[in-house]
């Protein structure tokens, strides 16, 4: 069943950094999540190894810094990690394509912090050797298993959100292994990678429609976010001291 609805979740449009109560925060759907394929490590370094090397490279291009004719800067920021878009939207086609290369949180001594977008979002996790990703949700996620297909089964983890009396549900993403997740708009999640090998390859399927919907004078990603804390979670807090 889908459902359609035009009420803006922000309340600055543009704010690149808006921050909503997480203790009253109500989730509008739950993540599905799609374990897809298991990869021999050097199959999958050298998958994700290219993937980032498309985000590195654009962030060293000066036209992917630069607006184009549409205002749109391809090069981006986002907290979890550096961003490039792939494929903008077009008149008569409101997706877009984006690939994210995560950063290590070990490296930087903090995770991402938990948050929604104010549209969908369709991801997929893609990990290298000695590389896994740790996702939270606040709400169960729905699960994706067909015997036969499905490669293997990914272990749930339910717990308190640190400084909250928020539950909060958790799965690692493997080493060397490509995980899908399905987010509806205004749905909670996180994304922490423990290892240098990591990329998420995300696809926006209403981006312009949800820019109007908000009125929003760019597509940004960290604007087409809102953050349910001020500060960021330790590496502990965000499963640096649970096993993978």
Sequence with gaps: MTTTTTTAMKSNPDDENEVHDLDVFQDAGACIITPVVALP?????????????VVRDGHAAQQA???????????????????YMLAKPLDGYSASRYCMDLFNVGDRGACSRMHYHTGARMVRLMTGSDTSIRVSALSPFHYTYVDGVTPFKLQVERDSMPDSTRDRYSFWVPESSIVDMQIPRGTSHQFNS??????I?????????????????GLRMMAQTVFLS???PSVEDCGGGSSR
Excluded: C, W
């Excluded at 810094?65 to 920021?77: S, W």
């Excluded at 390859?201 to 949800?210: A, K, L, V, Y």
């Design 194 to 199: 423990f290892g240098e090998n990591a990329v």
């Design 201 to 217: 390859d995300t696809i926006h399927p209403e981006e312009t429609i949800e820019a109007f919907r908000e009125k929003m004078s």
């Design 65 to 83: 810094l630069t607006p184009d004719d549409d205002g749109v800067i391809r090069a981006q920021y986002f907290e979890e990690g550096l961003v």
């Design 230 to 232: 001020d500060e960021f």
């Design 41 to 53: 490590p050097a199959a999958a370094d050298a998958l994700v190894g290219a993937m980032a090397k």
